[in-house]
């Protein structure tokens, strides 16, 4: 008990009276210090188990400029791809006994997501995954890192959207058009480039490209444009995720095309209702997992292990060109 009748709060003078060390040595143990005896760390941690003990990070950030938290700035985080990541994310950081902190924003604008970094920094985070980052979103001029979730290069998803294209040429589709996102997202900007570089590999023609915003109600106003290449003698549409290719494909079925009998339509995400789209969804799947744990290895100055390569899914959406 505390002198005031509460309940005292354990510290690590009582970890390191019940372990039979130094608090210096239990300090080590708790921070991942190299060159601890395997026996005295299990000493240790079995005595932070018994008595409960709880780390106080303020604390331990003024000692070691470390808050075992990592960081995450997120735009338009109700969408399927940026919740995903998040909450992949907070597993990869708990898979490395850290937490996440998360500061939401809605806007591209540069100003506004500094804003939500130095909100970031200032609690002392350890390093920031950006989910969602837009082609103006800083990367540079922290303290600490500033990771892109994907990776700033987004080879990966160029490989990803180059696979649903093959798949339309492997079927007999010559003539495709795209349904890219938002033209200042890093992530649509990388898989409109996998897409222009499997049309021109495979010798393809890409008879238009048209813009959504990643929701449903806009790959369904899009069907008219769509619908209008078709009659030009498009066959397939690559979509660049899932849930503008359900809003395309109603609103192509109220135009009175079918999938795939009129035209192939694939997505990407691979979301948990692709499979039960009518009819099911081609779609192309990302390592979500993995990708989270490269970017919070990268922000902790980890060597990070790769990712899956991507994973085409194919369903009914999609038939050999008749």
Do not use: C, K
């Amino acid at each position: 008990m505390s002198g005031d009748g509460g309940v005292r709060r354990i510290g690590m003078r009582d970890v390191a009276d019940a372990a039979g060390v130094s608090t210096q040595t239990v300090s080590r143990v708790l921070n991942d210090y190299p060159g601890i005896r395997d026996a005295t760390r299990e000493r240790v941690l079995a005595a932070v188990a018994a008595l409960d003990y709880r780390v106080n990070n303020a604390a331990r950030a003024l000692g070691t400029s470390l808050t075992r938290t990592v960081g995450v700035v997120a735009s338009d985080a109700v969408l399927h791809g940026p919740s995903a990541g998040i909450a992949a994310l907070e597993r990869a950081a708990r898979a490395r006994g850290r937490w996440i902190s998360t500061a939401y924003t809605d806007s591209d604008d540069p100003a506004d997501i500094d804003a939500a970094v130095r909100h970031l920094l200032d609690q002392g985070v350890d390093g920031i995954v950006l989910v969602a980052a837009h082609g103006a979103t800083p990367l540079e001029g922290y303290d600490v890192p500033l990771v892109p979730l994907y990776g700033e290069s987004g080879i990966r998803q160029r490989d990803a959207a180059a696979l649903v294209v093959d798949h339309l040429a492997d079927l007999g589709h010559r003539r495709i058009v795209e349904v890219a996102g938002p033209a200042d997202w890093r992530e649509a900007s990388a898989r409109t480039a996998g897409v222009a570089d499997a049309v021109a590999r495979r010798g393809l023609t890409l008879v238009d490209r048209v813009e959504g915003d990643w929701s449903a109600a806009s790959g369904s106003a899009l069907a008219d444009a769509v619908a209008g290449r078709i009659a030009d003698g498009a066959t397939a549409v690559a979509v660049a995720n899932d849930q503008m290719a359900l809003g395309l494909t109603a609103g192509l079925a109220a135009r009175g095309l079918r999938v795939p009998a009129d035209v192939s339509v694939t997505g990407f995400d691979d979301n948990p209702d692709a499979g039960f789209y009518s009819p099911p969804l081609t779609t192309v799947r990302l390592d979500v997992e993995g990708e989270a744990a490269e970017a919070v290895a990268r922000v902790l100055g980890d060597e990070p292990t790769a990712p899956a390569r991507p994973v085409l899914v194919p369903r009914a959406s999609t038939a050999a060109l008749r």
